[in-house]
């Protein structure tokens, strides 16, 4: 499976591919209209600069509990070895790189436009800079 970031997370797109897929998801609905999704297993990333062809392989086992909520706001629950985007007016508050890796606990919520963060909080640490190791 392959997917791209937008340019807008590094300042160039980054390609994933994606290495070991050993997670699980489940899937739960309430009648509120929100969907949890909790992840966990094992999983491994490629991620490469599409302009210069550098890539890096992480591992993004997590687990994750994600809740998209039903006016499109979302609540984010990762721990382990997850990585994590931010838009660039998102990145200047807690002082976070575009697209990171990090290890530990973060909690972050998202407003209903589904892009812009509206709280983070990392107990943990950023493993990788995405954006750097790319550049």
């Given at each position: 499976m392959h997917f791209t970031e937008p340019a807008v997370l590094c300042g160039f797109?980054?390609?994933?591919?994606?290495l070991v897929d050993k997670?699980?998801?489940?899937?739960?609905?309430?009648?509120?209209?929100?969907?949890?999704?909790?992840?966990?297993?094992?999983?491994?990333i490629a991620?490469?600069?599409?302009?210069?062809?550098?890539?890096?392989?992480?591992?993004?086992?997590?687990?994750?509990?994600?809740?998209?909520?039903?006016d499109g706001s979302s609540i984010?629950?990762?721990?382990?070895?997850q990585p994590f985007g931010l838009a660039p007016a998102d990145q200047?508050?807690?002082?976070?790189?575009?697209?990171?890796?990090?290890?530990?606990?973060?909690?972050?919520?998202?407003a209903p436009d589904g892009i812009t963060t509206t709280s983070l909080t990392l107990h943990g640490h950023m493993v990788v800079d995405v954006c750097a190791a790319l550049s």
């Open positions: 797109k980054i390609r994933g591919t994606q997670a699980y998801i489940k899937t739960l609905n309430t009648t509120g209209g929100s969907t949890t999704f909790l992840a966990t297993g094992y999983a491994k991620l490469s600069n599409l302009a210069n062809g550098k890539t890096i392989t992480e591992n993004t086992s997590g687990p994750v509990k994600l809740i998209v909520n039903a984010y629950l990762g721990k382990g070895h200047k508050r807690p002082k976070l790189p575009g697209l990171f890796i990090f290890t530990g606990a973060l909690t972050a919520t998202t």
